[in-house]
């Protein structure tokens, strides 16, 4: 078996730079599209915590009400999932530890063995009230912050606990009166997905056509870097499955949220099969032959993944993406290609096109039945 081209032929210093750029240079986008999905979240919670501020300063007359202000930010958060039962539990830990932290410091005052004291029994009380860790974890956390720090910094006695009420309260009202859409973050992390999947293909075809080992590697620094975005879609869909649970019939998506879970699961098992297939390439591209015919049917999958993605965007119809697939499908049969290195990469990418097929909305069967089959070369 050949091992390729040795990386040695380039200078490291020049490749480290090559892969540090590939690395910023993706995970720039990335970033960018998170804040754009997070843009809403970010400027809601930022107001809430604002207008509690504003609250407890001017209405109720409290000279320094940062616990309110912290308490609607800590509800609320910068993501997608405010279900109220997850905005009341914060609520619960914020204030409970805020009130457990100003009796324990009226009795006991400030110092590291009562910081230590207090955040083991205000996180007992805690677990004693309800089970949720985040409950637990905020009522530990506010706590140690009323003990620790001075009266005259934050303010004290009842009125840090009623500026964190007021914060609880506010973060409450901001989840029932303005829920966020998580279709719409669901459907882009989707085509985020869908659209690192075709990028990676598209460098993957042209380090094949070219048979260059350096661009075939970005493409695989590329696609390992990617598995941070689908994850987060997949993680997404699960909690805004469990979130509709709780919401009434009118406002429930679970149809539209169960494709994206399922198209979440796909995405990641073709991701893996191409990252199996930029390996495999790197091995044996300076002795694979038929390069531009493999680089041809990889820009073909490219195109698919990136038409899939904004069907996902748009909630558009999948099945008119199907016949550019089912061409590629007829086309891989193994025996029709030169050389055995050739040949297993037409293996693989077969499992690719059944995972893009599956992503259209045929089942595993359907789409391995699409395949030529690799004995009579008829389709499967």
Same mark, same amino acid.
């Given at each position: 078996?050949?091992?390729?081209?040795?990386?040695?032929?380039?200078?490291? =210093?020049?490749?480290d730079v090559r892969r540090a750029r590939v690395l910023v240079g993706a995970r720039v986008g990335r970033g960018?599209?998170?804040?754009?999905?997070?843009?809403?979240?970010?400027?809601?919670?930022?107001?809430?915590?604002?207008?509690?501020?504003?609250?407890?300063?001017?209405?109720?007359?409290?000279?320094?009400?940062?616990?309110?202000?912290?308490?609607?930010?800590?509800?609320?958060?910068?993501?997608?999932? =405010?279900?109220?039962?997850?905005?009341?539990? !914060?609520?619960?830990?914020? #204030?409970?530890?805020?009130?457990?932290?100003?009796?324990?410091?009226?009795?006991?005052?400030?110092?590291?063995?009562?910081?230590?004291?207090?955040?083991?029994?205000?996180?007992?009380?805690?677990?004693?009230?309800?089970?949720?860790?985040?409950?637990?974890?905020?009522?530990?956390?506010?706590?140690?912050?009323?003990?620790?720090?001075?009266?005259?910094?934050?303010?004290?006695?009842?009125?840090?606990?009623?500026?964190?009420?007021?914060?609880?309260?506010?973060?409450?009202?901001?989840?029932?009166?303005?829920?966020?859409?998580? =279709?719409?973050?669901?459907?882009?992390?989707?085509?985020?997905?869908?659209?690192?999947?075709?990028?990676?293909?598209?460098?993957?075809?042209?380090?094949?056509?070219?048979?260059?080992?350096?661009?075939?590697?970005?493409?695989?620094?590329?696609?390992?870097?990617?598995?941070?975005?689908?994850?987060?879609?997949?993680?997404?869909?699960?909690?805004?499955?469990?979130?509709?649970?709780?919401?009434?019939?009118?406002?429930?998506?679970?149809?539209? !949220?169960?494709?994206?879970?399922?198209?979440?699961?796909?995405?990641?098992?073709?991701?893996?099969?191409?990252?199996?297939?930029?390996?495999?390439?790197?091995?044996?591209?300076?002795?694979?032959?038929?390069?531009?015919?493999?680089?041809?049917? !990889?820009?073909?999958?490219?195109?698919?993944?990136?038409?899939?993605?904004?069907?996902?965007?748009?909630?558009?119809?999948?099945?008119?993406?199907?016949?550019?697939?089912?061409?590629?499908?007829?086309?891989?049969?193994?025996?029709?290609?030169?050389?055995?290195?050739?040949?297993?990469?037409?293996? !693989?990418?077969?499992?690719?096109?059944?995972?893009?097929?599956?992503?259209?909305?045929? #089942?595993?069967?359907?789409?391995?039945?699409?395949?030529?089959?690799?004995?009579?070369?008829?389709?499967?």
């Amino acid at each position: 078996m050949s091992n390729g081209p040795a990386r040695a032929d380039a200078p490291r =210093r020049r490749f480290d730079v090559r892969r540090a750029r590939v690395l910023v240079g993706a995970r720039v986008g990335r970033g960018v599209r998170r804040l754009r999905s997070n843009a809403v979240g970010i400027i809601s919670a930022s107001v809430a915590a604002g207008i509690a501020y504003a609250i407890a300063l001017y209405l109720v007359g409290h000279e320094v009400p940062v616990f309110a202000a912290i308490a609607a930010w800590v509800c609320l958060g910068y993501g997608n999932d =405010r279900r109220p039962r997850k905005v009341a539990e !914060l609520a619960l830990g914020v #204030t409970l530890g805020v009130a457990f932290g100003e009796v324990f410091a009226h009795l006991f005052g400030t110092g590291p063995v009562q910081i230590a004291v207090v955040l083991a029994l205000a996180v007992s009380v805690a677990r004693l009230v309800d089970g949720a860790q985040m409950l637990a974890m905020q009522a530990g956390v506010q706590a140690v912050v009323i003990v620790g720090f001075s009266t005259t910094l934050l303010g004290g006695g009842v009125g840090r606990w009623l500026d964190a009420l007021i914060g609880g309260a506010l973060a409450l009202l901001t989840a029932a009166l303005l829920p966020l859409d998580v =279709r719409k973050r669901a459907q882009s992390l989707a085509a985020a997905g869908m659209a690192e999947l075709a990028i990676t293909a598209e460098d993957l075809a042209r380090g094949i056509r070219l048979a260059d080992p350096e661009v075939l590697n970005d493409a695989l620094v590329r696609a390992r870097g990617s598995q941070g975005v689908i994850d987060e879609w997949n993680t997404l869909v699960r909690d805004a499955l469990e979130a509709t649970r709780l919401t009434p019939s009118a406002l429930r998506h679970d149809d539209l !949220l169960a494709r994206l879970q399922r198209a979440s699961t796909l995405c990641d098992r073709a991701m893996r099969n191409l990252r199996v297939i930029a390996r495999r390439s790197w091995s044996v591209s300076a002795t694979m032959q038929d390069n531009d015919r493999v680089a041809g049917i !990889l820009e073909v999958t490219a195109r698919a993944s990136r038409d899939i993605g904004v069907a996902f965007g748009s909630n558009a119809d999948l099945i008119r993406l199907r016949p550019q697939l089912l061409a590629v499908a007829g086309d891989l049969d193994p025996q029709a290609f030169t050389g055995w290195q050739t040949q297993t990469l037409v293996v !693989l990418l077969r499992s690719l096109v059944v995972d893009l097929l599956e992503l259209t909305g045929m #089942t595993g069967t359907q789409a391995r039945e699409a395949l030529i089959e690799t004995d009579t070369g008829r389709p499967g």
